[in-house]
């Protein structure tokens, strides 16, 4: 029953995969901005996914809530064999915890991303559009951080009345909204900018970001999996 439950979309958007190419040909203003962005970028990762006692403490915290708020909601599921729960539906399910984990995990790191967001509108670039990108990346950035959970409890409560065979009617809208958010966020033209137009003396300073970015967007990952067995086991569900 519980295997639905577990297949969940954790995409991480707190920091999109930088990408390694060469350094194109660039005017000067674009490398100065690249090498000040770079800087900036370090510092937030630091800030961040160098730092998941905070990401740890966030999902801790929204768990609690869960146990407090409606422990063992689902644990009437555990006696329903597997072929009598709609597993389409628990899949569903599953990714609402899933992203209820993300967001929970990401929500501390909102000053960090307003600092960063602080030092890299203003910076300059020779392309007007670019810098218009760039702030809209930000933008959609902390609109996912600020992102509220589902209401899990009664979600879970819907799910449980009917025995896991219909989807919990806040399931959809609120998957279909964090999807959208998600999708919107990951800084893609803030991370191309970099990628572009950092200078060969900032070689080593883009390896060491890019490879930051990657490994904190994989422990960040590992939090949220490392919780979902205990959240599970405060709505009830054996695992």
Not at 12 to 41: E, M, N, Q, T
Not at 133 to 158: F, G, M, N, V
Request: hydrophobic share 40%.
């Amino acid at each position: 029953m519980v295997r639905g439950v577990r297949r969940v979309a954790t995409a991480i958007a707190l920091a999109g995969f930088l990408c390694c190419s060469a350094s194109a040909a660039a005017a000067p203003v674009d490398v100065k901005s690249a090498h000040l962005g770079l800087r900036a970028y370090r510092a937030y990762l630091s800030s961040t996914v160098g730092n998941l006692d905070a990401a740890i403490k966030g999902d801790n915290v929204f768990i609690g809530g869960i146990a407090t708020k409606c422990p063992n909601v689902l644990s009437n599921l555990n006696n329903l064999p597997e072929d009598q729960v709609n597993q389409t539906v628990l899949t569903q399910f599953g990714k609402e915890i899933g992203a209820d984990l993300v967001l929970a995990a990401l929500a501390p790191y909102q000053k960090p991303l307003a600092t960063l967001t602080h030092r890299v509108e203003r910076l300059r670039w020779s392309s007007g559009s670019r810098k218009r990108s760039i702030k809209r990346d930000l933008a959609a950035q902390r609109t996912l951080y600020e992102l509220p959970p589902s209401d899990l409890c009664a979600d879970a409560s819907a799910l449980a009345a009917s025995n896991g065979q219909t989807l919990p009617p806040g399931t959809g809208p609120f998957l279909a909204n964090y999807e959208k958010t998600a999708r919107a966020a990951g800084l893609a033209s803030f991370q191309s900018s970099l990628r572009r137009f950092h200078s060969k003396r900032d070689n080593k300073l883009y390896r060491t970001v890019r490879k930051s970015a990657i490994r904190g967007g994989n422990k960040l990952e590992g939090v949220v999996n490392s919780k979902l067995r205990t959240i599970l086991g405060a709505l009830g569900l054996k695992v």
